[in-house]
């Protein structure tokens, strides 16, 4: 078994997939309509998605603008190489840094938080090796 993707509703679908691809640097891989359900999914990732990395699947609910977060849900992690420069390419593409990169609390690895536009809490984590995503190798 592996993870295929993770699905974030979302209450705009091009502000949603601007954010993931201008910010993040990941890739619209494909995008459906379905008018007999009122609902769209566009995927997205790095390195090409499945089979060889998890995706990224927005929902837009037609017509839903906005959802509850809820308290159970807790963050998407990305790998960088650099999350110092990962913050400021981030910043300067218009995306909020919610914690700047530092080490953990109790530990030494260096993570940063950045929100999407419907609110989701993205992690970025240091790791030298195999990283990808947001264009800093």
């Known amino acids: 078994m592996r993870i295929l993707h993770t699905m974030l509703r979302v209450g705009n679908l ?15 891989l494909r995008q459906s309509d379905n008018p007999e359900y009122k609902y769209s999914l566009a995927f997205l990732g790095f390195e090409g998605g499945n089979p060889g990395q998890a ?6 609910n ?35 840094i919610t914690r700047e990169a530092g080490p953990v609390q109790g530990g030494s690895t260096v993570i940063a938080f950045v929100v999407d536009p419907d609110g989701y809490k993205i992690e970025l984590i240091e790791r030298a090796e195999g990283s990808g995503g947001l264009g800093l190798r």
């Open 55 to 60: 995706e990224i699947e927005l929902t837009y």
């Open 14 to 28: 091009q502000r949603a997939i601007d954010f993931y691809t201008q910010v993040l640097g990941m890739t619209l």
């Open 62 to 96: 037609w017509g839903v603008e906005s959802y509850e977060m809820g308290s159970a849900y807790g963050h998407i992690a990305l790998g960088v190489p650099d999350a110092k420069a990962a913050c400021d390419k981030i910043r300067a593409a218009g995306g909020k």
